[in-house]
């Protein structure tokens, strides 16, 4: 399984950015998908998942309300939309691909993960 992660860049604090994350070598919908990013000097942290067929999300607590995720199988593309970004969210953002299709899984269930994308937030 390949995962490309592209649409990071340098955003004002407030602003918003996109991530999309293809996906291609097996198909789509055998795969949960997620979001996790990392910070310089810290862990890699869960950011948002979504399921194979889209009908179940679920997001780290400081990203709800402002993060969604989605995902358009027709396209083998999963979406991250973020909003109102602060400078704390500043981080490489990797998607990942998760083939158990259970719902909640650790991040060690994620075994096929993409090169990430850099996301700057400025204050």
């Known amino acids: 399984v390949q995962l490309q992660a592209s649409g990071g860049g340098y955003v004002q604090a407030g602003g918003s950015l996109r991530l999309s994350c293809a996906a291609s070598?097996?198909?789509?919908?055998?795969?949960?998908i997620g979001w996790f990013r990392q910070a310089p000097g810290k862990e890699r942290e869960f950011v948002a998942a979504?399921?194979?067929?889209?009908?179940?999300?679920y997001y780290a607590d400081s990203m709800k309300g402002r993060f969604t995720i989605s995902r358009d199988n027709a396209k083998n593309t999963v979406y991250l939309q973020m909003n109102s970004l602060n400078p704390e969210d500043t981080a490489v953002y990797y998607c990942?691909?998760?083939?158990?299709?259970?719902?909640?899984?650790?991040?060690?269930?994620?075994?096929?993960w993409g090169q990430g994308t850099q996301v700057t937030v400025s204050s």
């Open positions: 979504i399921n194979w067929s889209g009908g179940f999300a």
């Open positions: 990942a691909a998760d083939p158990s299709l259970r719902p909640l899984q650790p991040i060690s269930a994620y075994v096929y």
């Open positions: 070598g097996r198909p789509f919908t055998t795969l949960n």
